[in-house]
């Protein structure tokens, strides 16, 4: 099948359907674990440290619940909370990604349910998220201070915003809105400011990370830690900044937001492959490893489909809806699991971290991002950010 620049919503439909049907195959599997990374019998290794991608599972089956009903899909949820109830407790674990983290657990289950466990779960979490706010520099802060025992010293890392934590302020703007505390809101507003001005290159490419001085806010360097070079384009980093910032101006209505997100999608627009999936970096020399990432490919849709349903632009709107719907086909015809039963995921092809060799794989994160993508190109727009 060819990438189509309409939606066929019976090829959505089913693919949907197909999805569904993976994840309540594997819930009896995975039982109260969370996905980290495929291996390559197509099951999925489990997370056993606290990694930042255990909520993608839940978010998955908090997607199901919310479009079937299927108890089956909520008791596998909520089956979820005691791990992420204990881990809100184990505040070593704690960096920027909380918002990934308890939105897509303690806040999708509120939003569904009204639980006020779960409540209390998101709210706490994003108090520990505006916490590691630097008003010096008006940034989260990505990672704590990490200490190497091989070689008996500190990496500094209190210094450091990343492109992924756009994605985590929704978590923020919820809570702010939730309670009523506009601080919250104030801290998520300043910190995606400070990305548009330094992660956000002129051209609308974006730097993975940028390092600032920790005390005095300085702001120093533009970095990468998953790209190929500090001066490329790393592929997922890229997506997260359109679904981020799409996220933003839907909150905020703040015009720098939303023309940020154009900005960035219009990069996206300009350098895709022929058949829209894209590789892990959008600067790649011909020496470098030529893989793909199917996760960014499903971020970029989600996040495209969303800005345009926040956009008065019909005509910029409809180009970002068939950019989205082009990638969606092409990961449906070529990137999914479903010509294997036992698969414990559902696309192909992602790029974990390829400094690291972890390449050509599945990714809970891609998994999650591919329901929602296929949910928003029916046309749902009630998500948990």
Known sequence: MS????????????????????????????????????????????????????????????LAFAETGDAVF???????????????????????????????????????????????????????????FNSAGQFICAWNDRFDQATNSWTRLRGKMIVDCMENLGLLFWAANETNQSYLRDIAIAHAETTARYIVRPDGSTYHSYDFDPISGEPLRGVTVQGFADESCWSRGQAWAIHGFANAFAYTNLPLFRETACRLADYVLAHLPADAIPYWDYRLPDSAPQYRDSSAAAITAAGLF????????????????????????????????????????????????????????????????????????????????
Not at 35 to 62: A, C
Not at 74 to 88: G, K, N, T, V
Request: proline content about 4%; overall charge negative.
């Open 306 to 385: 969303f800005l345009a349903d926040n956009l008065d632009d019909d005509q910029r709107a409809g180009s970002y809806r068939s950019t989205a719907t082009r990638i969606l086909h092409s990961l449906i015809a070529d990137y999914t699991t479903s010509d294997t039963p036992h698969a414990e995921g559902l696309l192909l092809h992602g790029a974990g971290h390829v400094n690291q060799g972890m390449a050509d794989t599945m990714l809970p994160y891609g998994d999650y991002f591919y329901v929602e993508a296929l949910l928003r190109a029916l046309g749902r727009r009630q998500f948990f950010w």
């Open 74 to 132: 909520f008791d596998a949820a909520r089956a979820q909370q005691p791990y992420f109830a204990e881990r809100l407790n184990e505040a070593a674990s704690h960096d920027h990604d909380l918002g990934f983290l308890y939105t897509l657990s303690a806040v999708a289950d509120y939003k569904l349910t009204g639980d006020p466990e779960a409540r209390r779960m998101g709210l706490v979490a994003a108090e520990y998220l505006a916490a590691r």
């Open 3 to 62: 990438a189509s620049t309409a939606a066929d919503p019976v090829i959505i439909a089913a693919s949907l359907q197909q999805a569904f049907g993976t994840i309540r195959r594997t819930i009896p599997h995975m039982g109260t674990d969370q996905p980290m990374i495929g291996n390559p019998d197509l099951t999925y290794v489990r997370s056993k440290s606290h990694f930042w991608v255990e909520s993608f599972w839940s978010g998955q089956l908090w």
